[in-house]
């Protein structure tokens, strides 16, 4: 049985970071690129970084580029999002998840088998 345990959400002030954690466990997690995806209130679940088995590869949506980032630590089974000089706009509830196949990492949704139950990140202005 898969799980994904997302922790580190909360109420920041603007301009502040925060880092989320993931802890993923049920299956290799070394087989698997990883990824983070957030939903606003009224808003579509969007892409925000994935980063492949072995970090090789990490992929950012233009909206956190430059301020995010994404890493893991295969020995803790564990993915990171450090998000840095945050914004308003970045209010949602950010999930984790797992690709369902092994092979390069990808940014659509359809492409995560697993996800985590979310956690709540609040910006204030």
């Known amino acids: 049985q898969v799980q994904l345990v997302e922790s580190g959400g909360g109420l920041v002030q603007a301009g502040g970071s925060l880092r989320l954690s993931c802890a993923a466990s049920?299956?290799?997690?070394?087989?698997?690129?990883m990824g983070w995806f957030r939903q606003a209130p009224g808003k579509e679940r969007e892409f925000v970084a994935a980063?492949?088995?072995?970090?090789?590869?990490?992929i950012y949506a233009d909206s956190v580029k430059g301020r995010s980032t994404i890493t893991r630590d295969n020995t803790k089974s564990t993915v990171y999002l450090q998000m840095d000089t945050l914004k308003p706009e970045d209010t949602a509830v950010y999930y984790c998840?797992?690709?369902?196949?092994?092979?390069?990492?990808?940014?659509?949704?359809?492409?995560?088998?697993?996800w985590g139950q979310g956690t709540q990140v609040t910006v204030s202005s």
């Open positions: 998840a797992q690709q369902g196949r092994p092979g390069p990492v990808r940014v659509e949704d359809r492409d995560y088998l697993y």
């Open positions: 049920g299956r290799t997690f070394t087989s698997y690129a």
């Open positions: 980063i492949s088995r072995f970090a090789i590869t990490t």
